[in-house]
């Protein structure tokens, strides 16, 4: 990692993400207006699976993101000479689809003489809600509070400044989207299961069936899902309860605790201007409700972005190398994807 004076952009960045199951490439001018975007979920290649397959996802990249990379400049009227920079997702994920994504941006800035950015997901998670332009709110200052409740990840996470972050909590087992996709496996709703329970929890009654709230009152702000996971198919297996109670008393279960651990992971960092949400589970009424109500008693807003911007996509990834760019930090091209890449280990602006 290089740290210069901050470097003027020549020309509008191109973002690719393929660390997961979602292959996405955007386009944002070095002003981070975005100017084209698209995302390829293969959530139909892995449905059957019942979850994402590493092999299957590193294929299914390797097909789409050249074709992609070339649609978002298409609409953008752009061609690769008239880039300024390109950002890849390089960590944390699963590896093939690191390599495919990495490697693909090298190569575009090798062969246009580029800056490359080898950007951090959960980095780039951070840092969404700084686009310009995007939350009515306006963008929040350092520092804030993000709460990242995905599939993969879930953490508390104070966010200080560019590169400076903090994880104040994280799961000891399952990540919160995980859980809500075991539970609803559990309840026979097709994978990935969030949205399916969450529409089944519409109908039930969350007061229905006492589950467990996992560290609920506990000090700092971990997670933990197994427990509740286990209490859910105790609840199911016994047969007298409705599968609605069932799902509407998880989902109030979760919601508890992840606005418990919110409250403490604010107590922990008093100055905290906002809670920002990051995630697929952010799509999720109850979990947003008792989010917004932590931040609320903490006096802070609770700013979430668009959902595609709070699940995986391009746009953030481009914008993290805007930022990174901006800072004058950029990647020699023989870093190395990485599968773990924990936030305290980034590099950050002066
Ligand atoms: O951020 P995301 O799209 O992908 C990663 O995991 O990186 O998050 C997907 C997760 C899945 O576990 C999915 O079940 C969950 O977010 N999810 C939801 C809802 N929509 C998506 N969980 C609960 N309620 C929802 N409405
Ligand atoms: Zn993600």
Redesign the pocket.
């Known amino acids: 990692m290089n740290a210069d004076d901050g470097m003027t952009l020549r020309g509008p960045v191109l973002g690719l993400e393929s ?4 292959t996405a490439a955007a386009v944002l001018a070095p002003d981070g207006i975005i100017l084209a975007e698209a995302v390829l979920s293969q959530e139909q290649e892995h449905a059957v699976y019942g979850g994402v397959v590493p092999e299957i996802a590193a294929r299914a990249h390797l097909a789409a993101l050249p074709g992609l990379a070339e649609t978002v400049l298409h609409r953008a009227g752009l061609g690769y000479a008239d880039l300024g920079a390109v950002a890849a997702t390089s960590g944390p994920g699963l590896i093939g689809g690191l390599i495919v994504g990495a490697s693909f941006g090298k190569g575009v800035a090798i062969a246009q003489g580029l800056p490359f950015v080898a950007v951090n997901h959960l980095e780039a998670h951070a840092l969404t809600a700084r686009l310009p332009g995007l939350l009515p709110e306006g963008a929040p200052a350092f520092p804030y509070l993000l709460l990242l ?5 879930c953490q508390c996470v104070a966010v200080e400044g560019l590169g400076r972050y903090r994880r104040l909590g994280t799961t000891l087992d399952d ?4 859980a ?2 075991k539970a ?1 496996k559990l309840m026979g709703l097709p ?5 399916h ?2 529409r089944l929890a519409a109908t039930g009654n969350a007061r229905a069936v006492p589950l467990p709230r996992p560290l609920l009152g506990r000090a700092g702000c971990d997670f933990s899902f197994s427990g509740l996971k286990t209490a859910v198919a105790r609840a199911l297996a016994q047969g007298t309860a409705r599968r609605e109670d069932v799902a509407a008393s998880f ?1 109030a279960s979760v919601a508890a605790v992840l606005a418990d651990r919110a409250r403490h992971a604010l107590g922990m960092m008093p100055v905290a201007t906002a809670v920002v949400v ?4 952010a ?3 109850a ?1 947003r409700t008792a989010l917004a109500g932590a931040a609320m008693a903490a006096g802070v807003p609770m700013l979430a972005p668009p959902l595609r911007l ?3 996509n391009a746009v953030m990834v481009a914008w993290a190398g805007i930022e990174r760019l901006r800072a004058g930090l950029i990647d020699p091209m023989d870093h190395n994807p990485r599968p773990r890449w924990p936030l305290a280990e980034l590099a950050g602006a002066a």
């Open positions: 660390s997961c199951d979602e409740v995905s599939g993969g990840h990540a919160v989207g995980e809500f996709d609803a994978w990935p299961g969030g949205p329970l969450e989902q990051a995630g697929g589970v799509a999720n009424g979990v709070c699940t995986d």
